[in-house]
């Protein structure tokens, strides 16, 4: 080992490289494949709910009537629409349990599509946390201590407690990267590789479904839940914008308008000729 004052210079035994860096970095690409095809066998397919796509089908059916797309029925089929809906978000024609809408929170745990959405949660996050903790045990008690590599590009002193976890040294370049460092950088960077094997949407790294876990509300549950006085309100909303929508049909008089457009002498019946 040989130290400057100004560069700092570590001559590391290419067996390191050998025995410790590649199989590291193979073993974790391994492993993640492995993970993604275990989390393919573990997650069931979810089931759908017949009433819970016609409570989100209604609303899209009125937001779309009151759109620009609505103007192209005529003003008496748009009123008859209007009605209909406006009538059935009033009765909660809809909703997915009627009898719920007046009553107080409902136990997620009662719902069985919140609890499956648990329990598919709770398979992948097994599936990622338990090879990472025997990963990270293997790293921490075979090569504890060992420095692998060094970064081609200076890092501020920030980056020394991330980049040399398991190193207790003050004066080592924060360029030089330790076994357990080389671990998280692995952890988090070989998306792309796992994209390259498996394809965009893959579940080798386990960070995306954590992530997901973390956005949802219901702990897990396969769409975000919503109480049924939550919808309710919802549909209140939607029928007093479709009282207040504007409709004017875009193909009333179409035919004069295209009879004008040519030239066409409306009483006549025979094309104008136009003046040279």
């Known amino acids: 080992m040989a130290m400057a004052h100004d560069t700092q210079q570590i001559f590391l035994d290419p067996a390191i490289r050998d025995w410790v860096l590649i199989p590291i ?8 494949v492995l993970r993604h095809h275990a989390t393919q ?60 809408a007046n009553q107080g929170p409902a136990n997620p745990m009662g719902d069985p599509a919140a609890m499956e ?18 990963i990270m045990s293997w790293i921490t008690f075979f090569f504890s201590g060992f420095v692998l590599i060094k970064l ?9 407690a991330m980049l040399q976890r398991g190193i207790e040294t003050s004066d ?23 994209n390259l094997i498996l394809g965009e949407d893959n579940a ?44 004017e049909w875009i193909l009333k008089d179409v035919e004069l308008r295209v009879l004008k457009m040519y030239g066409i002498d409306l009483e006549s019946g025979q094309k104008k000729q136009k003046d040279v």
């Open 25 to 32: 970095m193979l073993v974790m690409v391994l492993v993640g």
């Open 41 to 100: 066998l573990l997650t069931s397919t979810p089931k759908g709910n017949f009433k819970a796509v016609r409570e989100s089908a209604a609303l899209l059916r009125a937001r779309t009537l009151r759109s620009p797309v609505g103007f192209l029925i005529p003003y008496q089929s748009f009123v008859a629409r209007r009605t209909f809906l406006a009538s059935a978000f009033e009765k909660g024609t809809y909703l997915k349990n009627p009898q719920a």
């Open 117 to 134: 959405g648990m329990m598919d949660m709770l398979k992948k996050n097994v599936a990622m946390i338990i090879p990472q903790t025997l």
């Open 152 to 160: 081609p590009f200076p890092l501020t002193v920030r980056f020394k």
């Open 172 to 194: 080592m370049d924060v360029t030089w990267v330790s076994s357990l460092s080389w671990y998280f950088l692995n952890l988090f960077g070989l998306r792309s590789i796992y």
């Open 204 to 247: 080798a790294g386990g960070l995306q479904d954590m992530n997901q876990m973390q956005m949802m509300p219901g702990a897990g549950a396969a769409q975000p839940m919503q109480q049924p006085q939550e919808v309710m309100n919802m549909f209140k909303s939607e029928k007093e914008f479709l009282e207040l929508a504007q409709h």
